[in-house]
T-cell receptor
Framework: SQTIHQWPATLVQPVGSPLSLECTVE??????LYWYRQAAGRGLQLLFY??????ISSEVPQNLSASRPQDRQFILSSKKLLLSDSGFYLC???????????????FGEGSRLTVL | AQKVTQAQTEISVVEKEDVTLDCVYE???????LFWYKQPPSGELVFLIR??????QNEISGRYSWNFQKSTSSFNFTITASQVVDSAVYFC????????????FGQGTTLQVKP
């Protein structure tokens, strides 16, 4: 069966420090991968998605970047965190788009980032 | 571009009441998919249902039911005989255009079921 894990679960970082959140998927190949952010009391905002190794699409201009060094690994990074980067970050995967079918997303446990 | 609106920010009901969560979507695509997710206090999103735009049949799964109406661009979710364990944030989502599989989420509705 497929599983998705992301870490760390909780992170408290000072403004200006770097960030690295990691996400890995097991039990599937060539998944689509996504990073979403959920600000306090708000909905889910898509930050990045990837349909293959090295292929990253950014949805919102911001202080963050994403990379996909391996097929089932997705990393969210920042060189210098801002206060506004605080939030709950969720990694997700889906089966690649086949025959016009959009599959459901499966989410990781989430990483709660607090920038002080 | 796709847009999903969940006008109800918070709903509070007493256990055993029925409750309907509204979802209205906008899309220019002829083929699209709609979803509902549940986010319990633990934070992880749990997939509930997926419907494609060609299937307007209502679906029932236990105490959960979904009403999809293309004429009003709505995909509403009803919980019958609500329970305290149903307390969570519920998100409606629509598939984005193209072959990326990305989902556009509504702002979510917080449901509180009181004993």
């Amino acid at each position: 069966s497929q599983t998705i894990h992301q870490w760390p679960a909780t992170l408290v970082q000072p403004v200006g420090s770097p960030l690295s959140l990691e996400c890995t998927v097991e039990g599937t190949s060539n998944p689509n991968l996504y990073w979403y952010r959920q600000a306090a009391g708000r909905g889910l905002q898509l930050l990045f998605y990837s349909v293959g190794i090295g292929q990253i699409s950014s949805e919102v201009p911001q202080n963050l970047s994403a990379s996909r060094p391996q097929d089932r690994q997705f990393i969210l990074s920042s060189k210098k965190l801002l206060l506004s980067d605080s939030g709950f970050y969720l990694c997700a995967w889906s089966v690649g788009w086949t025959g016009g079918t959009a599959g459901e997303l499966f989410f990781g446990e989430g990483s709660r980032l607090t920038v002080l | 571009a796709q847009k999903v609106t969940q006008a109800q920010t918070e709903i509070s009901v007493v256990e055993k009441e029925d409750v309907t969560l509204d979802c209205v979507y906008e899309t220019r695509d002829t083929t699209y998919y709609l979803f509902w997710y549940k986010q319990p206090p633990s934070g992880e999103l749990v997939f509930l249902i997926r419907r494609n735009s060609f299937d307007e049949q209502n679906e029932i799964s236990g105490r959960y039911s979904w009403n999809f109406q293309k004429s009003t661009s709505s995909f509403n979710f009803t919980i019958t005989a609500s329970q305290v364990v149903d307390s969570a944030v519920y998100f409606c989502a629509a598939s984005g255009s193209g072959n990326t599989g990305k989902l556009i989420f509504g702002q979510g509705t917080t449901l509180q079921v009181k004993p």
